[in-house]
């Protein structure tokens, strides 16, 4: 059996080998082989012991020898050493290598392959590796609880950053940097235009916790983690608005932001053509334009609201080709125009005021010379080789109708005379053109008028008690009517003939009603003139085409016999009196007027008998009444019923005898009862 050394001790250990001498013949003599070995490390604790050799020192007794053993078989039980055993250190004092002497052996250790340097290194950079995930791991457990709860890192709102902030403190943090220049006006642009809405007027408001909401949580991603700390994400504010009122809000501001297209052009600085290049419309679209204000509104830039372009046909350079083949020679030179005797001058200054310029679709500009433009440049120069016409008239004189005669004039055709003007235009030298003269009718001849048969009064009314305003504005209709000629067929329209009716036309401001309320506007009082004057055509037995009884009744007019006139500010003709004239004569319109009265009369051949019965009035309905807020111009008034009625006009013709009647039915409604507010604490003032 092994025995147990212990390894501690100084001796130095020996080992006993029995050799065969070959001269002793089957004897066996002990030999004694000695490995001197100093400072051995201890090996692995589980080192089998009975591999241990005896390195005490000290013989064993007899009956504890163990059996001779071959070196093989010391060697097999040896435990298998550690990869990196390599630091095992034995140091040997004077060990000759192998083969030095005949009879001694020496161990020494192989230095390590490739292979083992390769497995070395991988072990080493696996451990590396583990701990960098190791530690990864850590930072990242420890991010999730420190974050948790947190708006996502890099969250910016409206360039607001809450990243990294609870829910709490995020809405906090906008509610301080956004939420004051929320009352401001926003911004609006299209590309260089800009307007302003009220936030508020527009029912723009924020709400913080949805915007919170919307940024979400931190990421689980790790990945995304730490993207987070190296970008930074836009998160749109939520609002709330009510999107028709935003949408009327746009509207509002539409014209400023909208632009009209813009054709090429040639202008004229004095003589000077000067081209001005197209620029395309911008219409904004509202729709669209509604989402991104309310996705931008709280943005610290202007709002782009989306647009279509509307383009144009002309190109800048079209215009340019314009303005060197056709506007610079146009002024370079004058034109002479060779009337009969005299000759008369377009100068450059009259040329460039009577030249016009408009796309020609294909990208340039076409010109044309404006002829009223230019005739009135060269006409006055050739007034003496010109004679006038002039038109039959018909007047009163001494109470009864004359024709006066018409005669007949000696013209220049300007058509025909400028006929060729653009082609002389672009020449450099023989710049003229021929007038060419006319014989020229009068366009009402005195035949024609002594064939209207205009010979008698075939109706007329009259009409009084008004203002001295109001007056004023008769007066000047009648005058703009008296003389009026209606051929057989024709219709005679009142507001056609006189057109607008405003200062410009010697019209002033009077009293009118307005939504049941005396007013004042200019042109006030022409209903009377209108009122006379169907009252006139009622009784000639002229056709009605158009007429409207006022909604209230003036006791001053016949009830249901009628009729009022408006027209829009532009002149536009709103409410108007029309009759046709069925009669065989012409009618001729005359007018007399006084400060108290006027008077229409229709002349022609009278055909007809005409006579009018008022039916009764029915249906009242009683007024109501209305105070007019202190400080508005008020009018008091007691008000009138309001009634129904019927007026039957019979037409007899004196021709032939045939008989019509026509009826016509009036609603008047109720003329309310108008109470003049009092000043504010007072009580208001009773009705007068």
Not at 178 to 183: A, E, F, M, T
Not at 618 to 625: D, G, L, V
Request: net charge negative; aromatic share 6%; proline share 9%.
């Amino acid at each position: 059996m092994p025995e147990n050394h212990d390894h501690r001790s100084g001796a130095e250990p020996s080992t006993e080998r029995m050799r065969t001498d070959p001269e002793r013949s089957g004897e066996a003599q002990p030999e004694t082989i000695v490995e001197q070995t100093t400072r051995i490390p201890p090996v692995q604790a589980d080192f089998d012991e009975r591999t241990r050799p005896n390195l005490s020192g000290a013989a064993k007794p007899e009956a504890q020898q163990p059996a001779p053993e071959s070196d093989a078989e010391r060697t097999a039980q040896i435990a298998a050493v550690p990869a990196d055993f390599s630091t095992f250190r034995i140091e040997t004092q004077a060990i000759p290598p192998v083969g030095a002497q005949p009879d001694g052996w020496a161990a020494a250790t192989p230095p390590p392959s490739d292979a083992d340097k390769k497995r070395r290194g991988l072990i080493r950079a696996g451990i590396a590796a583990g701990a960098v995930v190791g530690a990864l791991v850590l930072l990242y457990v420890g991010d999730l609880v420190f974050t948790s709860g947190q708006v996502p890192r890099g969250t910016v709102v409206a360039g607001v950053d809450i990243g990294g902030l609870d829910e709490t403190a995020a809405e906090t943090e906008l509610r301080e940097k956004l939420g004051p220049g929320l009352n401001e006006p926003v911004e609006l642009r299209v590309g260089d235009r800009t307007a302003t809405i009220n936030p508020e007027q527009a029912g723009l408001q924020m709400d913080w916790t949805a915007t919170v909401q919307q940024a979400g949580s931190q990421p689980l991603n790790p990945f995304t983690r730490i993207a987070s700390l190296f970008t930074t994400t836009e998160v749109a504010p939520v609002s709330h608005g009510d999107r028709e009122q935003l949408v009327q809000a746009l509207e509002q501001v539409r014209p400023q932001l909208d632009r009209a297209p813009a054709e090429g052009a040639i202008r004229f600085e004095g003589t000077k053509p000067v081209a001005v290049d197209p620029i395309t419309g911008q219409a904004i679209d509202v729709q669209r334009a509604t989402d991104e204000v309310l996705t931008h509104w709280a943005d610290d830039v202007a709002v782009q609201v989306p647009f279509t372009e509307q383009p144009v046909s002309t190109t800048s350079e079209g215009v340019q080709r314009a303005l060197r083949e056709v506007a610079q020679p146009a002024v370079s030179a004058p034109v002479t125009v060779r009337g009969q005797g005299k000759d008369a001058t377009l100068a450059p200054a009259a040329i460039a005021a009577a030249l016009r310029f408009e796309p020609d679709g294909a990208g340039g500009l076409k010109s044309h010379v404006d002829l009223p433009a230019a005739i009135g440049s060269v006409e006055p120069q050739l007034a003496d080789t010109i004679k006038p016409g002039k038109d039959a008239e018909i007047v009163l004189e001494g109470g009864a109708p004359v024709v006066r005669p018409s005669t007949d004039g000696i013209g220049v055709d300007w058509n025909k005379s400028f006929e060729r003007i653009d082609e002389v235009l672009r020449r450099p030298q023989d710049r003229a053109v021929q007038a060419i003269y006319v014989h020229e009718p009068a366009k009402f001849t005195t035949e024609q008028a002594n064939q209207m048969g205009i010979r008698e009064v075939v109706g007329e009314f009259t009409t009084g008690g008004f203002e001295a305003a109001s007056g004023v504005n008769i007066r000047r209709t009648a005058e703009q009517v008296n003389g009026a000629i209606i051929k057989p067929g024709e219709v005679f329209s009142l507001n056609g003939h006189t057109g607008p009716r405003g200062i410009p036309q010697g019209y002033v401001e009077s009293g009118i009603i307005e939504n049941g309320r005396p007013g004042r506007a200019v042109g006030g009082g022409i209903s009377q003139f209108a009122t006379t004057l169907y009252n006139a055509s009622y009784f000639a037995g002229m056709q009605n085409v158009e007429h409207k009884a006022h909604s209230y009744y003036i006791s001053r007019y016949p009830a249901g016999r009628e009729a009022t006139v408006f027209q829009s500010p532009s002149g536009a003709s709103i409410i108007d009196v029309k009759f046709k004239n069925v009669a065989k004569s012409g009618i001729m319109i005359t007018t007399r007027w006084t400060p108290s009265s006027i008077t229409v009369q229709l002349w022609g051949t009278k055909q007809f008998d005409v006579s009018s019965q008022t039916g009764e009035r029915t249906s009242p309905t009683q007024p109501q009444e209305k105070v007019v807020p202190p400080g508005e111009p008020c009018s008091p008034s007691k008000g009138t019923p309001g009634f129904s009625v019927n007026d039957t006009r019979t037409i007899k013709d004196v021709t032939t005898g045939q008989v019509r009647t026509e009826t016509q039915h009036t609603v008047y409604n109720p003329q309310p009862i108008i109470h003049c507010g009092a000043p504010p604490g007072g009580a208001p003032a009773p009705p007068r």
